[in-house]
């Protein structure tokens, strides 16, 4: 296997308000810096890691969103599915007010999710990439991926910290 300077890698990932940089060539090496051991878990079992991962991010998320917007302009039915611990299982049918919702998708397997007409993000946990995508869109991370990186059976799979 070739060596590959840390520019060639095709995840960068920052986060901790920018106090750690993590790059890879595979994304669950970038998950497991998020989520400690993840790794060590068997790979059937990494859904309910990444699961109940985003319930603990989405909880910490809503409430910096509830401290920046206010409950002002929130129907009951929308504070209830807003302050719902640790994430809401029911939600509105549709979010049209502007105090940003963050859900797990998890919890809405099999169920119509709401309309997305107001500012809501999705927590995606069905497989490692698109977990760090969403956590990128919810604002957690920071995460860069190149386009020109397809190639990377010659790579060494392992993440490196810049």
């Not at 920046?68 to 719902?84: C, K």
């Not at 979010?95 to 099999?110: N, Q």
Request: net charge negative; hydrophobic share 40%.
């Amino acid at each position: 296997m070739s060596e590959r300077d840390n520019s060639q890698r095709r995840y960068r990932m920052v986060y901790a308000a920018g106090g750690c940089h993590v790059v890879a060539d595979e994304p669950e090496l970038l998950v497991d810096v998020l989520i400690g051991g993840y790794l060590k878990i068997p790979e059937e079992l990494r859904e309910l890691a990444r699961i109940g991962h985003a319930e603990q991010i989405r909880a910490r998320l809503q409430r910096r969103v509830l401290a920046a917007y206010g409950p002002s302009g929130l129907s009951p039915d929308e504070e209830r599915a807003f302050l719902d611990e640790p994430a809401p299982k029911q939600a509105p049918p549709s979010w049209s007010v502007d105090v940003p919702l963050i859900l797990v998708d998890a919890h809405f397997a099999g169920r119509p999710r709401p309309d997305r007409a107001g500012r809501t993000v999705w927590l995606e946990t069905s497989d490692d990439d698109g977990y760090l995508r969403s956590m990128a869109m919810a604002g957690e991370i920071l995460l860069m991926i190149r386009r020109d990186a397809t190639d990377l059976a010659d790579a060494a799979p392992s993440a490196a910290e810049v």
